[in-house]
């Protein structure tokens, strides 16, 4: 085979890849009477398929999908455990998001209930990611209600959520006054970035 010959077999194999030959994750088979996946749960997962989702980082593609299921809500009864370390809806089963998204539900129309801890940071993470609020200061007010009334209920969220908060005032440049309340409750380090943070908003 000459040179003229693999260059016409190389173009005919790019086009077959771009015409015939799709990346197209494999869907596992649905049980027989299982209830489908309502819409908006199969558009966020849509966004982790094909080749666009390699390009994603892990914490990209979860703000993209938490866009797309901001407003939804569900009633699907799911009781068992849910055990996830740093859980993003991809690292849940198809029953377990929706289990969680029936718990989200009832948490933001006032019913707190004691949840999993998987389910309870990945409120928080979508509270970070100003996901279901209107901007930075209600977020900011979201995440002390959760901390105060959540943490009543489980305190393995709070080692975390206290450290995250001092990070969200600064990160989006909130009023550093609403952590002078708790002082002693913060390390040398976060002190002094809310000390960086005074500083800088008292520039003009």
């Known amino acids: 085979m000459d040179l003229t010959d693999t260059n016409r077999v190389k173009r005919a194999m790019e ?11 494999v869907q596992p088979r649905r049980q027989e009477g299982e209830e489908p996946l309502p819409a908006p749960i199969r558009a966020a997962r849509s966004l ?3 080749t666009f989702a390699y390009r ?17 809500e569900d009633d699907y009864v799911y009781d068992e455990p849910v055990l996830h370390y ?4 991809q690292s849940l089963t198809d029953p377990e998001l929706r289990g969680y998204f029936s718990w989200r539900t009832r948490l933001r129309r006032g019913d707190v209930q004691k949840t999993s801890l998987s389910y309870a940071f990945l409120y928080i993470y979508e509270l970070l990611n100003q996901i279901g609020v209107t901007d930075p200061v209600d977020g900011y007010q979201k ?7 959540y943490g009543g209920l489980d305190g393995g969220i709070l080692p975390h959520l206290n450290r ?12 550093p006054a609403l952590l002078e309340r708790s ?5 040398g380090g976060q002190k002094r970035r809310v000390a960086v943070a005074g500083v800088m908003a008292m520039k003009p």
């Not at 994603?56 to 939804?72: G, H, I, T």
């Not at 740093?86 to 809806?89: A, F, G, Q």
């Not at 995250?164 to 009023?175: E, H, N, P, S």
Request: no cysteine; hydrophobic share 40%.
């Open 15 to 25: 086009w077959f890849k771009r015409t015939v030959f799709q990346d197209e994750a």
């Open 86 to 89: 740093y859980p993003t809806y």
């Open 164 to 175: 995250w908060l001092v990070d969200y005032v600064i990160y989006y440049g909130l009023d």
């Open 56 to 72: 994603q980082s892990r914490e990209s593609l979860f703000v993209m999908q938490a866009k797309v299921l901001a407003n939804y």
């Open 143 to 149: 995440l002390k209600n959760f901390q105060s009334v």
């Open 183 to 187: 002082p002693f409750e913060l390390s």
């Open 48 to 50: 982790a398929e094909g």
